[in-house]
């Protein structure tokens, strides 16, 4: 008589896998990870002055733009949250950089950004003045700057206040220090010809303002039809998370050939 073993407690019988059929671990939905970490921010400070911020170390990713572009909207959008980014009906008015932590309560892991509109004709000469420098200064020397995010009214293009702001961070852009998305707002209000040809507008100002080892990305975006959030956040994600970006595309990677060898 043949003695059945049985299985230990708690341990499930092991299963015989068929030949040709690899196993694969559920992959993470990037888009809902990204998301997620954006919906996590929440506001920390302001200050008038550069040195009145906090020092961190945390990865920051500063927006910035024309008074007009639509900025505070997009951070909400991107946030999905209706008053994250105060959004004033007289444009210019917010003159301070505003900080805000996301990750985790207990355990912050990056930092936005919102800086002070720029370009409004209503804003006295002095106070334009003001901001230009402190907003050339945290550019230039800002410490935990990782990224920048550049609106751009698709309906405009770059104007010379936008290249000026651009030249002040390019030398950080083009020794890869800082990354730049420039995200082309309003985007809605043109129809797919114009849309077509702002981006190629677009690409070719960059070109001819950045260097071409310069991490510069840019995208139409609109905030009424949520065009472009899910890719912006998924790139704000990634620089502010190098390492785990890196282990999710080796995750992607390593899926993609255990597919194949199923086939």
Same mark, same amino acid.
């Given at each position: 008589m043949?003695e059945?073993k049985t299985?230990?407690k708690g341990r499930?019988? #092991?299963?015989s896998?068929?030949?040709g059929v #690899?196993?694969v671990?559920a992959?993470?939905?990037p888009e *809902?990870?990204a998301?997620g970490?954006t919906? +996590?921010a929440?506001?920390l400070?302001t ?13 920051e990713?500063?927006f910035v733009g ?5 900025k505070s909207?997009?951070i909400n959008v991107?946030t999905?949250q209706?008053r994250l980014?105060?959004?004033? *009906?007289?444009p210019?008015r917010?003159?301070?950089? &505003?900080l805000f932590?996301?990750?985790? *309560?207990l355990?912050?892991?990056?930092l936005?950004a ?14 334009k ?12 020397v800002r410490?935990g700057? +990782?990224g920048v995010?550049?609106m751009?009214?698709s309906r405009l293009?770059?104007t010379?206040?936008?290249k000026q702001l ?10 890869g220090?800082?990354k730049?998305l !420039?995200l082309?707002?309003k985007?809605d $209000?043109? &129809?797919?010809?114009e849309?077509?040809a702002a981006l190629?507008?677009a690409q070719?100002?960059?070109a001819?303002?950045t ?5 510069v ?8 039809? $949520? +065009?472009?959030?899910?890719d912006?956040a ?6 502010a998370h ?8 080796? !995750?992607?990677?390593a899926?993609?050939?255990?597919v194949?060898?199923?086939?």
């Amino acid at each position: 008589m043949t003695e059945q073993k049985t299985p230990s407690k708690g341990r499930p019988p #092991a299963k015989s896998a068929r030949p040709g059929v #690899a196993v694969v671990a559920a992959v993470p939905n990037p888009e *809902k990870i990204a998301l997620g970490w954006t919906h +996590t921010a929440r506001f920390l400070t302001t200050a008038s002055l550069l040195n009145q911020l906090p020092q961190s170390e945390l990865p920051e990713i500063a927006f910035v733009g024309r008074s007009n572009a639509g900025k505070s909207t997009a951070i909400n959008v991107m946030t999905q949250q209706k008053r994250l980014a105060f959004a004033s *009906k007289t444009p210019g008015r917010t003159q301070h950089i &505003n900080l805000f932590e996301l990750g985790p *309560k207990l355990q912050a892991d990056a930092l936005f950004a919102d800086l002070p509109g720029y370009g409004y004709a209503a804003v006295a000469r002095g106070a334009k003045l003001r901001w230009q420098l402190v907003m050339a200064e945290y550019l230039e020397v800002r410490r935990g700057l +990782t990224g920048v995010v550049l609106m751009i009214d698709s309906r405009l293009g770059f104007t010379d206040l936008d290249k000026q702001l651009l030249a002040f961070v390019a030398p950080r852009i083009g020794n890869g220090s800082v990354k730049m998305l !420039v995200l082309l707002t309003k985007a809605d $209000k043109l &129809n797919r010809n114009e849309q077509a040809a702002a981006l190629m507008a677009a690409q070719t100002a960059l070109a001819d303002l950045t260097t071409p080892e310069a991490d510069v990305s840019v995208a139409l975006f609109s905030a009424l039809k $949520k +065009t472009g959030v899910s890719d912006a956040a998924q790139l704000l994600h990634a620089w502010a998370h190098p390492v785990r970006a890196e282990v999710a595309n080796a !995750v992607a990677v390593a899926v993609a050939v255990a597919v194949v060898v199923a086939d």
